[in-house]
């Protein structure tokens, strides 16, 4: 059996998927993109700005699932430009100082709604 995660301290999802399904312990977040949830608008900046964004979407998503950081097992990062990978990893860095989960960052050609970044995790409760 599966739990839907829904809240409304992150974006709406702008397709036909949820913002994260829990089955048995396993937490599966969508990927976050730079939405601000009130507006659903792009966060006004660049890198830096988006990957704030980004991540404080995944923590309402999993603070929703009554879970957090400390129990993320793996992230996907999906870049439009590997320039950004130093930005990025800083920032995703400082939210994960001790035991960081597995992960995988690739560059894509293009995201949605042309964002610079976007993460997805898979966490335990």
Do not use: W
Not at 14 to 41: D, F, K, N, R
Not at 43 to 69: R, W
Not at 73 to 87: E, G, N
Not at 102 to 120: D, F, G, M, Q, W
């Amino acid at each position: 059996m599966k739990k839907i995660v829904d809240t409304t301290k992150a974006p709406s999802a702008i397709g036909p998927y949820s913002q994260a399904v829990i089955h048995e312990s396993i937490v599966y977040c969508s990927g976050q993109i730079a939405l601000l949830p009130q507006s659903m608008q792009i966060v006004e900046g660049g890198i830096v700005e988006q990957t704030q964004q980004v991540m404080k979407n995944l923590e309402a998503v999993l603070n929703a699932a009554e879970t957090g950081f400390q129990n993320v097992l793996k992230c996907s990062i999906f870049l439009a430009s590997m320039d950004d990978f130093p930005v990025v990893n800083e920032i995703y860095g400082s939210f994960f100082r001790d035991n960081p989960p597995a992960r995988e960052t690739v560059a894509v050609k293009t995201l949605p709604k042309n964002v610079l970044v976007e993460i997805s995790c898979i966490a335990h409760l």
